[in-house]
């Protein structure tokens, strides 16, 4: 079992930045993919980026292609989403999700594990 808990939401103007954090305890960390999905009122939860394990690799939803960037530091346990650029269709809230796979990443079906989520609010 790997527990996830994120922080870093919060409420933004638009064109405003925020910087999203998920911690692992997990000695095993680095070995595990990360993602980053997100859920907007009355919408289906939707793909947001992902990381493999040594940051080798990453995967954006095209729509915040430029505007967010995800990293890791496996020492720290921790996967980011650096969010810059905010407009008010990014609010939703936002998950870290975690996989042993490096396949089909910007799918919800290979994430085994999930954070509680985190409320991210951009106002016009």
């Known amino acids: 079992q790997v527990t996830l808990v994120e922080s870093g939401g919060g409420l933004v103007q638009a064109g405003g930045s925020l910087r999203l954090s998920c911690a692992a305890p997990e000695r095993t960390f680095s070995i595990y993919t990360m993602g980053w999905f997100r859920q907007a009122p009355g919408k289906e939860r939707e793909f947001v980026a992902a990381?493999?394990?040594?940051?080798?690799?990453?995967e954006y939803v095209d729509s915040v292609k430029g505007r967010f960037t995800i990293s890791r530091d496996n020492a720290k346990n921790t996967v980011y989403l650096q969010m810059n650029s905010l407009k008010p269709e990014d609010t939703a809230v936002y998950y870290c999700a975690a996989t042993l796979s490096t396949a089909l990443i910007y799918r919800e079906l290979p994430y085994a594990y999930w954070g509680q989520g985190t409320q991210v609010t951009v106002s016009s």
């Open positions: 990381i493999t394990g040594n940051g080798g690799r990453t």
